[in-house]
């Protein structure tokens, strides 16, 4: 049996979904956004408009094949004028692993994103702890909720410098943390972040394969993220 919206999820939010050339999971997460109870609008890298959506999410993939690094052709992509735009005027964006690389390149999240530190493609069920319920998309968690998501990626390796990650620790900007195992090298076990105002979210795992009993993981726990930004529009 397929996990359905819940009632206080039932609206009309619209949920762009951006697909880059080299876009793996556009359609499961599309997919994710209409299970939770949103209208799932696929957007094209080449749109000059966001067609009015509500929110928008950069899906997994390997974008123009990750050449040069992971992430730096998508981010001039002509559609993320509009996404960088309207993410600065408070437009809540989620990016998923290559997305989570696009944010960084550019500039709405810190750091960067680095190859494995065992030079290895790894997929992998992941354990995470949420480290933050205060962001549009993590509302439906409960702050130090341990959550299993799938993972798999072959540059999931966040790094930043000493005073970026003490500011990420001090503000509360670290989203979600590995644990039991970290399986890319992040520094300071860090698997998402967030932005200042909590709108733009990035992580390596892929919650849009864990949001149905029967399907991908078996599990549910990633459902939350696309659950908890319906709430959040809709109570806005």
Not at 109 to 117: E, F, K, S, T
Not at 159 to 182: C, H, I, K, P, Q
């Amino acid at each position: 049996m397929t996990a359905g919206p819940t009632p206080a999820a039932r609206s009309n939010t619209r949920v762009g979904v951006v697909t880059f050339p080299g876009s793996l999971d556009d359609r499961d997460t599309q997919r994710a956004i209409r299970l939770a109870g949103a209208e799932a609008v696929p957007l094209w890298h080449k749109d000059k408009s966001l067609q009015q959506v509500d929110a928008v999410v950069l899906p997994g993939g390997f974008s123009y094949g990750d050449y040069l690094r992971a992430g730096a052709i998508s981010r001039f992509s002509p559609l993320m004028e509009k996404v960088i735009d309207g993410a600065r005027a408070g437009l809540p964006v989620l990016g998923i692993c290559n997305g989570f690389q696009v944010l960084t390149e550019a500039h709405l999240l810190p750091g960067a994103m680095l190859g494995n530190d065992h030079l290895h493609f790894v997929c992998r069920d992941q354990k995470l702890r949420v480290e933050n319920t205060a962001t549009a998309w993590t509302g439906d968690y409960a702050a130090g909720q341990e959550i299993h998501i799938p993972l798999k990626n072959m540059d999931g390796r966040y790094v930043a410098d000493s005073r970026t990650l003490d500011m990420l620790e001090a503000e509360g900007r670290v989203a979600f943390r590995y644990l039991d195992v970290n399986p890319n090298g992040s520094l300071r076990d860090i698997a998402g972040i967030t932005n200042e105002a909590g709108n733009v979210v990035g992580l390596m795992p892929h919650p849009e394969h864990a949001v149905e009993p029967l399907v991908g993981s078996g599990r549910t726990d990633g459902l939350p993220f696309f659950t908890s930004i319906i709430k959040k529009l809709v109570s806005a």
